[in-house]
Each structure stands twice: as C-alpha cells, then as structure tokens.
C-alpha cells in the first residue's frame, strides 16, 4: 500500500514541476479525437518539443493545489490532457490552436501563461501570433523600409538632375 501512495506522490510532484517550469501549459479535451488524430496531433507537439501527456484529474488537482494554480481545478473535469514546453511560449497554444481548427473534437479548455491562469480566449490569442521567424522577418522590414524609401528618393532625385541636364 505504500509503494502505490509513494508512485502517486512522485507523479504529483513530476506534474508540479511541469506546472512550475513550463512557460506555457494548456490543458485539452480530447474525447472525439479518433487514434489517428491523437497519432497526428502527438506528432506535431513533439516536433514543436512539446510535452502532452493525460494524468489523472486527482493527480493534477493535488499538484495544482501544491504549485498555487488551484484555479485549473474547475477545467479537470471529463479526459484532460495536459501539453507543457519549457522553451517555448507560443509552441502549446500555436500547434493545440492550429489543430483544434482543423478538428472540432479537440477543446481547449485553459492553462497557464508564463505563470498566471490563462482563459481560452487568451490561449488563442497566443496561438495567432506570429512564429519567432515570422517576427524576426516583420522587424527586418520594418527596419529596412526608410532605408528603402531614402534609396528610392535618392534615385529620384538622380533621374531628375540627369533629365534637367
């Protein structure tokens, strides 16, 4: 018997600390998703170096209540999955957006964003923003445009000396 409450206390502190070290966790409904679907969808986190893994909802809810997030324990409610990523913000909620508009079945129900309770609307927001590439690309343009617009004065200004000479 006490073999099995140590395994659950390890599993409690192993979703605490995936709770506490991740900067980005959203939590899924997943019921109607066929195993194909799960197949794709663990494919796609894992390439964005996502973790997605289903505890049991009394195991989240003790490891909510250790790390402070006891707000999350109204969304345990039904299949759960849980998708963390250390690294990455936007990963989470950008691969779990992308794939709930191809599939109905897959809800997103919450999470948490660099530390705070997160709404649906919020993780969605997060999913519509740009990769870090598309921003890096954004910026450039945005720094190369007086550049641009001075060279296309500067030829201008070129062609009108050379026609008024």
């Given at each position: 018997?006490?073999?099995?409450?140590?395994?659950?206390?390890?599993?409690?502190?192993?979703?605490?600390?995936?709770?506490?070290?991740?900067?980005?966790?959203?939590?899924?409904?997943?019921?109607?998703?066929?195993?194909?679907?799960?197949?794709?969808?663990?494919?796609?986190?894992?390439?964005?170096?996502?973790?997605?893994?289903?505890?049991?909802?009394?195991?989240?809810?003790?490891?909510?209540?250790?790390?402070?997030?006891?707000?999350?324990?109204?969304?345990?409610?039904?299949p759960t999955a849980i998708a963390t990523c250390v690294e990455d913000a936007v990963a989470p909620a950008k691969v779990l957006g992308q794939f709930a508009k191809e599939h109905e079945a897959l809800e997103i129900k919450g999470g948490v964003i660099e530390g705070q309770i997160a709404t649906i609307d919020q993780i969605k927001e997060l999913a519509e923003l740009p990769s870090h590439e598309g921003l890096v690309s954004m910026l450039l343009s945005v720094l190369q445009a007086p550049v641009r617009d001075f060279a296309y004065v500067t030829k201008a200004v070129a062609e009108q000396k050379e026609e008024g000479a």
């Open positions: 018997m006490s073999n099995v409450l140590e395994l659950k206390k390890q599993q409690v502190d192993q979703i605490a600390e995936k709770l506490q070290n991740s900067k980005t966790t959203v939590l899924v409904d997943y019921r109607g998703l066929d195993v194909e679907e799960v197949t794709e969808l663990r494919k796609q986190l894992r390439e964005a170096g996502v973790d997605f893994k289903v505890y049991k909802n009394t195991m989240t809810r003790f490891a909510t209540e250790k790390v402070g997030f006891e707000d999350l324990n109204e969304l345990l409610v039904g």
